[in-house]
């Protein structure tokens, strides 16, 4: 018996020193894995809804129709699907852009913005963005869109997706489909979703409530609806998912990761739309 228990030894010792090099390994890997605001979708992990003074927040102003004002604590603005029609008196550090017609993009913008990003191909590659300006940074996720003759624009449009303060927000522009598997790992983890709900110019409300259920986020930001029959209709069908909803009068929220709500909520901010 003792010489059986000495046999075993050996595959023992061999185990636990593979367990130990695996762990030391992971500890190495850890530190560059906490630099990554986004995570995938699956490992998203509710939170309170709570007033909170431990993390930094954002400030989100809807502008109108599908221009949204992100700002950072360290003072960057960010303004979505900018056309010059809709923005803050003095030009923001860094603009995107949408092709789907003129009042999601211009070809002239304000010369003095600093970082304008097309999200549209121009040539024979696709759009690609990644900006870092202090704490935010700004990428982006090209997709198809309909063209006016009821064909297709490849590269027409982009997901922007900005992080900062742990936090990461996508504004989906002008898509007019569904996302695959692939795109949806690209996304990873979508905390904050700016979202169309016209109900036919871009996606029919219930493809934009699927599109929604595909990619989990804790809030839910309208656009782009028009009317307040369409915004109603999206916000019934919401309701249907289990999403809380709450009817703003006020253009301009923070939130922070303490902030999140535990409940998926959408916030209907006032606003040309």
């Not at 522009?173 to 905390?191: E, N, V």
């Amino acid at each position: 018996m003792a010489g059986a228990s000495l046999v075993g030894e050996g595959p023992a010792r061999v185990l636990r020193g593979a367990i130990a090099l695996a762990f030391a390994l992971l500890a190495l890997l850890l530190p560059n894995l906490a630099k990554a605001a986004c995570t995938p979708v699956a490992s998203l992990k509710p939170h309170l809804w709570r007033a909170s003074t431990a993390d930094p927040s954002l400030a989100i102003t809807f502008l109108g129709h599908a221009s949204f004002m992100i700002e950072t604590p360290a003072g960057v603005r960010a303004v979505t699907d900018y056309s010059g029609q809709f923005g803050p008196a003095e030009p923001p550090d860094i603009v995107t852009m949408n092709r789907a017609h003129g009042m999601h993009h211009t070809l002239s913008p304000d010369p003095r913005i600093p970082h304008p990003l097309r999200g549209w191909q121009d040539g024979a590659d696709p759009p690609r963005h990644n900006l870092l300006l202090r704490d935010m940074r700004v990428t982006n996720l090209p997709t198809n869109i309909r063209d006016f003759g009821g064909g297709t624009m490849v590269n027409g449009n982009s997901v922007f997706i900005f992080e900062s303060a742990g936090l990461c927000i996508a504004h989906l522009g002008h898509l007019h489909h569904l996302l695959l598997p692939a795109d949806l790992d690209a996304l990873g983890r979508i905390d904050v979703l700016m979202i169309m709900v016209d109900g036919g110019y871009s996606l029919g409300h219930r493809d934009a409530v699927s599109l929604i259920e595909q990619i989990h986020p804790r809030l839910v930001l309208p656009m782009h609806y028009f009317s307040e029959y369409n915004l109603a209709r999206f916000l019934s069908l919401m309701r249907e998912q289990n999403y809380a909803i709450e009817l703003s009068d006020k253009r301009t929220i923070e939130v922070s990761r303490s902030t999140l709500p535990i409940q998926p909520t959408v916030i209907a901010l006032p606003g040309p739309h």
